[in-house]
């Protein structure tokens, strides 16, 4: 690891060990708690992976004539984790994006998609995201979280967005949480099994390989520039910061 990354990573710590400690995890104790959960959480799955998609937009050619963009190792770094993330497997081993696989989720356990499915509806009929998050009727701190992504998405630098997408958009999964997500499916096998299924991959898949190739793509992005490296920690520490207002959210809904 880099004294760079080992830089950023001591500086995001004391965010990102609030997020770890948030109170919304001891709140997810049985299946009603963990549909609560669900629908508030499926809107950081999506925004994620638009995050991802801009970075693959500004790191890799996706206009004709094609043309060579920036390094073949970022453009091998962010096609690899576009490859895991939009079209991974479920469990019969059928092609699938994470954010499907967690609607699959939601559906199976009985938690209401409605609000995610009518934001995506007006995106769909041509409105601006930012409209569109305007006028959607969710609660005002996931709002807030989904701005923030899209501003970054949309307007930041790529090793801005490289570093949020690395450090600031880690889905922090406590030991707490699996704990109890396994007695939830003790209980209701028949309606967690897919949820289960996607935490254990996610776990497997993002927290893993991805992780590492995200860390690689930052580092390379930002390479010995010191005054990209305190952006992409800034904008790291912000986006652990909007990640605990969807926290919320989920604790006052």
Same mark, same amino acid.
């Given at each position: 690891?880099?004294?760079?990354?080992?830089?950023? $990573?001591?500086?995001?710590?004391?965010?990102?060990?609030?997020?770890?400690?948030?109170?919304?995890?001891?709140?997810?104790?049985?299946?009603?708690?963990?549909?609560?959960?669900?629908? =508030?959480?499926?809107?950081?799955? %999506?925004?994620?992976?638009?995050?991802? $998609? /801009?970075?693959?937009?500004?790191?890799?050619?996706?206009?004709?004539? %094609?043309?060579?963009?920036?390094?073949?190792?970022?453009?091998?770094?962010?096609?690899?984790?576009?490859?895991? +993330? +939009?079209?991974?497997?479920?469990?019969?081993?059928?092609?699938?994006?994470?954010?499907?696989?967690?609607?699959?989720?939601?559906?199976?356990?009985?938690?209401?998609?409605?609000?995610?499915?009518?934001?995506?509806?007006?995106?769909?009929?041509?409105?601006?995201? =930012?409209?569109?998050?305007? /006028?959607?009727?969710?609660?005002?701190?996931?709002?807030? =979280?989904?701005?923030?992504?899209?501003?970054?998405?949309?307007?930041?630098?790529?090793?801005? $967005?490289?570093?949020?997408?690395?450090?600031? !958009?880690?889905?922090? &999964?406590?030991?707490?949480?699996?704990?109890?997500?396994? +007695?939830?499916?003790?209980?209701?096998?028949?309606?967690?099994?897919?949820?289960?299924?996607?935490? +254990?991959?996610?776990?497997?898949?993002?927290?893993?390989?991805? /992780?590492?190739?995200?860390?690689?793509?930052?580092?390379?992005?930002?390479?010995?520039?010191?005054?990209? %490296?305190?952006?992409?920690?800034?904008?790291? &520490?912000?986006?652990?910061?909007? !990640?605990?207002?969807? %926290?919320?959210?989920?604790?006052?809904?």
């Amino acid at each position: 690891m880099s004294a760079n990354i080992s830089k950023l $990573k001591l500086a995001i710590q004391p965010a990102r060990e609030q997020l770890l400690s948030h109170k919304v995890y001891s709140q997810i104790n049985d299946l009603q708690g963990l549909q609560k959960f669900a629908s =508030f959480h499926v809107f950081a799955v %999506w925004d994620f992976m638009s995050l991802l $998609k /801009s970075l693959q937009i500004g790191l890799t050619s996706v206009s004709l004539p %094609w043309l060579p963009v920036g390094s073949a190792n970022t453009r091998y770094l962010i096609n690899e984790i576009v490859t895991g +993330e +939009e079209s991974d497997v479920d469990e019969q081993g059928n092609r699938i994006s994470h954010f499907e696989l967690y609607k699959q989720a939601m559906l199976q356990m009985g938690a209401s998609t409605d609000a995610i499915d009518t934001l995506l509806k007006s995106l769909v009929e041509g409105q601006n995201i =930012f409209t569109a998050i305007d /006028s959607a009727n969710i609660p005002q701190n996931i709002k807030s =979280f989904l701005a923030f992504t899209f501003d970054i998405a949309m307007n930041a630098p790529l090793h801005v $967005k490289a570093s949020v997408f690395t450090f600031g !958009r880690e889905d922090l &999964i406590p030991d707490m949480f699996t704990q109890l997500l396994n +007695e939830i499916y003790e209980e209701h096998p028949q309606k967690v099994s897919i949820f289960k299924y996607y935490i +254990e991959r996610h776990i497997e898949v993002d927290g893993g390989h991805h /992780s590492q190739l995200a860390t690689e793509m930052v580092a390379e992005l930002c390479g010995t520039d010191t005054q990209k %490296w305190e952006e992409a920690t800034i904008a790291s &520490i912000q986006s652990l910061e909007v !990640r605990s207002l969807l %926290w919320d959210a989920v604790m006052e809904g």
